[in-house]
T-cell receptor, first 115, second 114 residues
Framework: AQSVTQLDSQVPVFEEAPVELRCNYS??????LFWYVQYPNQGLQLLLK??????LVESINGFEAEFNKSQTSFHLRKPSVHISDTAEYFC?????????????FGKGTKLSVKP | DTEVTQTPKHLVMGMTNKKSLKCEQH?????MYWYKQKAKKPPELMFV???????INESVPSRFSPECPNSSLLNLHLHALQPEDSALYLC?????????????FGSGTRLTVV
């Protein structure tokens, strides 16, 4: 079975500072990896995903994540955050070739960006 | 159209009421999902429909009854709910049951049971 650990439940940071949200996973088989963002009172939006190929993936709003197979990690980073990045961030894994119900979420990290 | 649309956005219902949540997508996705999300928690899978057939029921109580009338629509019928069922109910879809990409989520229905 797969599992996801988000080590930090809350990350406060000042505007324009860099941030890293940590995600580690456990799986005996190959997985796809995802980061979702949830703004207050909204649903989840896919931020970025790793399926195969380059281990560094980027989103359109400046976030990036790097798949590290040896450390079983998929940390999310942004070099300079904005107030509008305040949200809950969920890391998720899905077994390659797995059934449709097999998207496993971490417990989430609340990013609070302060002016 | 790249969205999953959920209605209503907010719903307050009594424990004896019957209500339905609706979800619609026009992306040609053949897998659709219901999730339940309590405050400060990740989403929990409730049901999965694949090609309009129920394929996964995560031991959800029978007071929740899903329905997939066609490939674009997914309903969740609610009856005799309890206050602890109050939560954000999220619908999602994906191209196929084994699609590599992520799911597309709707904005959710915030349900309050009084």
């Amino acid at each position: 079975a797969q599992s996801v650990t988000q080590l930090d439940s809350q990350v406060p940071v000042f505007e324009e500072a860099p941030v890293e949200l940590r995600c580690n996973y456990s799986s005996s088989v190959s997985v796809y990896l995802f980061w979702y963002v949830q703004y207050p009172n909204q649903g989840l939006q896919l931020l970025l995903k790793y399926l195969s190929g380059s281990t560094l993936v980027e989103s359109i709003n400046g976030f990036e994540a790097e798949f590290n197979k040896s450390q079983t990690s998929f940390h999310l980073r942004k070099p300079s955050v904005h107030i509008s990045d305040t949200a809950e961030y969920f890391c998720a894994v899905k077994k390659v070739g797995g059934s449709q119900g097999n998207l496993i979420f971490g417990k989430g990290t609340k990013l609070s960006v302060k002016p | 159209d790249t969205e999953v649309t959920q209605t209503p956005k907010h719903l307050v219902m009594g424990m004896t009421n019957k209500k339905s949540l609706k979800c619609e997508q026009h992306m040609g996705h053949r897998a659709m999902y219901w999730y339940k999300q309590k405050a400060k928690k990740p989403p929990e899978l409730m049901f999965v429909y694949s090609y309009e057939k129920l394929s996964i029921n995560e031991s959800v109580p029978s007071r929740f009854s899903p329905e997939c009338p066609n490939s674009s629509l997914l309903n969740l019928h609610l009856h005799a709910l309890q206050p602890e069922d109050s939560a954000l109910y999220l619908c999602a879809s994906s191209q196929d049951e084994r699609q590599a990409g992520g799911y597309t989520f709707g904005s959710g229905t915030r349900l309050t049971v009084v």
